[in-house]
């Protein structure tokens, strides 16, 4: 009996641990954010670029990503298709992924000593 209970044990903690998100999971898809203030800013990411379109502003951001850690990373505005935005071209951004919900990622943003932490939401398709 006693060996039956150990390797039940130990088969529920793989199970649950298989179904845990990580942050690898978030490294490349389609995002949105829960924020209002970014509802119209779409974030698609490979794992080497990132691209942040603003449809309604025809906004198109493409950075390249560089990963510094399994759940943190570093982006890199290289191109913009607004002539008035061509000064955030080499601009860096700190991002960490602070905490895994279902879809939805929290990350904490820095550059120049500013933070700021919003949601992403990760589409499913």
């Not at 691209?51 to 990373?73: E, Q, R």
Request: with cysteine.
């Amino acid at each position: 009996m006693k060996p039956t209970i150990i390797i039940l044990t130990l088969f529920i903690s793989l199970i649950s641990f298989s179904q845990e998100k990580k942050c690898s999971d978030f490294k490349i898809g389609k995002f949105t954010y829960s924020d209002p203030d970014y509802a119209d800013l779409i974030t698609e990411r490979t794992d080497s670029l990132q691209t942040d379109h603003y449809p309604k502003m025809g906004w198109k951001l493409t950075s390249k990503v560089k990963w510094l850690t399994a759940c943190k990373y570093e982006i890199e505005y290289i191109e913009v298709n607004i002539p008035k935005m061509e000064s955030i071209i080499g601009t860096k951004y700190i991002i960490e992924i602070i905490d895994i919900n279902k879809n939805k990622i929290l990350c904490r943003t820095e550059s120049d000593g500013i933070v700021i932490e919003k949601e992403m939401i990760k589409s499913i398709e």
